[in-house]
């Protein structure tokens, strides 16, 4: 499932910008781009994924404003120093004027070092923020779970839809095999030779062999358990897909028992919902 989230704020005298984008996936695959100062922070960004994402693959990015950076720091006071001294150098030997600040500002000690660590109070600043983008990466794959939920809804009732359609078309459907069956041994004059009793019970068992009532009310069990399953509060990607591969089932049996081209219609409509409900199954948590 997708989603994207973000949140930015002040982290001690800069700001922070956090970015998370997520893809589906089977598991958890965080790849994290950060700046030196969260190295050490990285197993727990983490554990925080772990728990508010879950799964997918997320690609977050966490790094300084660079607005917050224009201004660098410099000791003012050494810098005037180098620049006095070069001055005086240049004076005393004769050379020609040259970019003295350009030279001063290469010198040791003239910028500020970039922190290399972050204080507790600015790792529980910057923790926060994360946290937040986490959560409204979740609202985003919420509001496309939901969308996801009506096309889902869709497609089984379309699959109950043509199960309905099934019950008319199978009903009698014994009876005109059995007649086409008993007209075919009759016609060919084989019905005395076998028996008649003999001849009744191929007949049953042949026509076991033909019956659907069974696939067909596990194939309902399913879809109500499905639906069921995609209303839970908890990830339920991996159930979902196990749950549709048992429909694929019950529906290819039903493809291989109905031997009239109206029922098989119906099927093929079943399995081409169900194949929508599959790829649509593969992008849920």
């Known amino acids: 499932m997708t989603g994207f989230g973000s949140a930015s704020g002040p982290v001690g005298n800069r700001k922070l910008q956090v970015e998370i984008r997520s893809l589906n996936s089977k598991g958890l695959d965080a790849q994290l ?17 772990a728990r508010i994402l879950e799964r997918g693959k997320v690609d977050l990015w966490l790094q300084w404003d660079d607005q917050s950076q224009t201004q660098p720091a410099f000791n003012e006071e050494r810098l005037m120093m180098y620049i006095s001294r070069f001055q005086r150098l240049s004076a005393r030997i004769g050379l020609p ?6 030279l001063a500002l290469r010198m040791p000690d003239v910028l500020a070092n970039a922190p290399t660590s972050l204080s507790d109070e600015e ?6 923020y994360i946290e937040k983008a986490m959560l409204h990466t979740q609202e985003h794959r919420r ?12 497609n089984l009732d379309l699959i109950l839809e043509r199960l309905e359609q099934l019950q008319p078309l199978d009903t009698g459907r014994k009876q005109r095999i059995r007649e086409r069956l008993l007209k075919a041994l009759d016609e060919a004059k084989l019905n005395n030779e076998s028996g008649e009793n003999r001849l009744e019970q191929e007949l049953i068992f042949y026509l076991e062999k033909w019956d659907i009532s069974e696939e067909k009310v596990r194939l309902s069990t399913h879809c109500a358990y499905f639906l069921e399953t995609m209303h839970s509060p908890e990830a339920a990607g991996r159930k979902l897909n196990f749950i549709a591969q048992e429909m694929g089932r019950e529906i290819n049996t039903i493809g291989s028992k109905s031997n009239e081209a109206a029922m098989q219609r119906c099927v093929v409509e079943m399995k081409d919902e169900l194949e929508k409900i599959k790829e649509l199954a593969l992008n849920i948590l």
């Open 143 to 154: 509001a496309e779970g939901e969308a996801m939920a009506q096309n889902l809804k869709q």
């Open 33 to 49: 781009k950060l700046p030196q100062e969260f190295r050490e922070y990285e197993g727990e960004i983490r554990q925080l994924a």
């Open 97 to 102: 004027d040259s970019d003295w600040l350009g």
């Open 123 to 128: 790792w529980t600043q910057a923790q926060a």
